[in-house]
């Protein structure tokens, strides 16, 4: 792709104009899969476009998505920002607390959720999300159809400001509410044109403290859909894997860079390891990118069921999240000759903001990090005390110039200053090391450091000596405050099936010791079952929070469900 374009509409009609034929989603319908084209799709966002203005949404007022993996998501996401509005991803497992964080801090003009998607009752979870916010003001919603259109529904979908059916042309003459615009600029965004306005926006993990909402320009979104599919080599006739929710950071990038290249989506709705791999099989997926949590399971189905040729397979970028990216990559590598990238990215920053370049020996390239996709983006590692750049192959706090960062946060200005240093960088809080030739490996999020007798060091180190063990399936070590005030590391270990009656805590410490640093062995391991883990858009997580309350309420004795 020669053309260079700033808006999301603007992608979407050079794309038209090369080949509106060409195939840009497929949609899964039960066993079936549904070819839209690039010329449908923009029919469909115009055919929005037209009722969103129909209603009334005006520029810089936000629309919420609440739909699942649909190509229906995208042509949301390009009618919104065509129409100068942006769009928040709700995702479809999100309880009623965080539907109503997200109705009071982003204010929707509109919500669309689907006529019916699963057995879900998604809209009786975001009536249940309103009536717990009153004093915000009620959107209007939209309801989707989704790729198989129904003659009936068979429920009345309204918060009390009206509704539509998306996509009818019939809007009845109802007007979305007037709401207040919540962004807040950014160091970042402030200096940018007004006339880039913002399009999309990420909920954040949340990881300390309540979610923030960060917003993108669309100048932003299609600058790095272009950088990532230069760096991936995403090319006309290519098909992406988008089994990550598009409400998503990772999601959404895989599909911006997918579309930004020319290739189309795969959209899947629910995870069934099994109908995937046929499917991928099926329409000749090319790329993919997922946490090893995903990857892992289709690994796993692969083995156990029939081994599908997936040769089409040339590219994937993996997050590491279970401690099983290696494995992962080798397989691929293996049967596929497929390249496997690690990945760095999050909501303010976007995704594949990182990725490493084909020429990295898979030691450096099968782990997080990478280089940045364009020369554009500015990192720096720097000391968390002061913002002091710190020497290449030290840790400190990774922080981000350019482009990708973040715009503006919805319903939060105290993150808009509390994001960024003084002289304008952006703080992701992740401890990173630069490699000192333009890379940056990826060691683990600053509160996941274990200062350990004075010594930083990153809890993967530990996980990695354990796992090296055969007795042992998964591992996480999590630090607590043990006695004197010092910092404890303290491990988790679920066993294979097969392990060895010898895998417990005494043998596993001793294992730990034949290999690292006296201070780095755990003071104590406990054997269990299984992880606690949380779903959201990017993949399975183990919750270390769940298991640091474990490490400090079983201080009394090492724990083994075998024997307990």
């Known amino acids: 792709m020669s053309t260079r374009t ?19 989603t497929y949609d899964v319908v039960g066993d079936d899969v549904i070819v839209s084209s690039r010329a449908d799709l923009r029919n469909r966002a115009e055919a929005l476009c037209a009722e969103l203005d129909a209603v009334g949404v005006r520029p810089g007022q936000c629309i919420a998505v609440m739909l699942p993996n649909w190509s229906d998501a995208l042509v949301w996401q390009f009618a919104a ?99 207040p615009d919540r962004a807040t600029l950014t160091a970042a965004g402030v200096d940018d044109d007004p006339d880039d306005r913002l399009a999309v926006a990420f909920t954040t993990s949340g990881s300390t403290g309540v979610p923030k909402l960060a917003a993108h320009r669309h100048s932003a979104i299609v600058r790095h859909g272009h950088a990532d599919a230069a760096i991936m080599q995403v090319g006309e006739g290519d098909v992406g894997l988008c089994v990550l929710p598009v409400s998503g950071v990772f999601g959404f990038s895989t599909a911006m860079a997918m579309i930004a290249g020319g290739g189309a989506l795969l959209m899947e709705t629910v995870f069934d390891p099994s109908a995937v791999l046929r499917r991928m099989r099926q329409v000749k997926v090319t790329h993919a990118v997922g946490a090893d949590d995903l990857f892992g399971r289709l690994y796993d189905e692969w083995h156990d069921g029939e081994r599908m040729d997936l040769s089409t397979l040339r590219w994937i970028g993996i997050a590491d999240f279970l401690g099983r990216s290696h494995e992962i990559a080798r397989w691929a590598r ?38 940045a996709v364009e020369p554009a983006i500015e990192l720096r590692v720097a000391d968390p005390l002061d913002d002091t750049r710190v020497a290449d192959g030290e840790q400190g706090e990774l922080q981000f110039r350019g482009p990708n960062v973040v715009d503006a946060y919805l319903g939060n200005p105290e993150a808009a200053v509390r994001a960024f240093t003084k002289d304008g960088w952006f703080r992701s809080g992740d401890l990173a090391v ?26 993967a180190e530990i996980e990695g000596r354990l796992a090296q063990h055969p007795g042992v399936g998964v591992v996480k070590v999590v630090g607590i405050t043990g006695d004197g005030g010092y910092t404890q ?63 400090q309420n079983w201080t009394d004795r090492e724990r083994d469900f075998r024997r307990d």
């Open 6 to 24: 700033e808006t999301l509409s603007a992608l979407l009609d050079t794309l038209v104009s090369e080949n509106p034929e060409s195939a840009i």
């Open 434 to 459: 630069a490699l000192g030739d333009g890379g940056y490996r990826y060691v683990c999020r600053m509160g996941d450091v274990l200062r350990l007798r004075g010594f930083l060091v990153d809890p």
């Open 334 to 371: 293996d049967e596929f000759g497929t390249h496997t990238s690690g990945v760095f990215g999050s909501s303010e920053v976007f995704a594949l903001t990182m990725l490493w370049n084909a020429d990295d020996p898979e030691s450096v390239r099968w782990n997080g990090g990478g280089r």
């Open 489 to 551: 590391a303290v491990g988790f270990v679920v066993p294979t099936d097969d392990a060895p009656a010898d895998t417990d805590a005494e043998n596993l410490k001793a294992w730990c010791k034949s290999e690292l640093a006296a201070f780095k062995v755990p003071a104590a391991i406990h054997v269990i079952d299984r992880m606690p883990t949380t779903v959201g858009g990017n993949g399975s997580k183990i919750r270390a929070v769940e298991l640091r309350e474990w490490a």
């Open 81 to 179: 920002a065509t129409v100068g509005a942006h769009v928040i991803g709700v995702n479809t497992r999100y309880n009623t607390g965080e539907v109503a964080h997200i109705l009071t801090a982003a204010c929707p003009a509109v919500v669309a959720v689907p006529a019916a998607f699963h057995g879900l009752d998604l809209f009786g979870r975001l009536a249940e999300a309103a009536a717990s916010v009153p004093d915000v003001a009620t959107p209007v919603v939209a309801v989707v159809h989704g790729p198989i259109e129904t003659s009936t529904i068979d429920r009345e979908f309204d918060l009390g400001g009206g509704s539509w059916i998306a996509g009818s042309g019939v809007t009845g003459g109802i007007r979305v509410p007037d709401t």
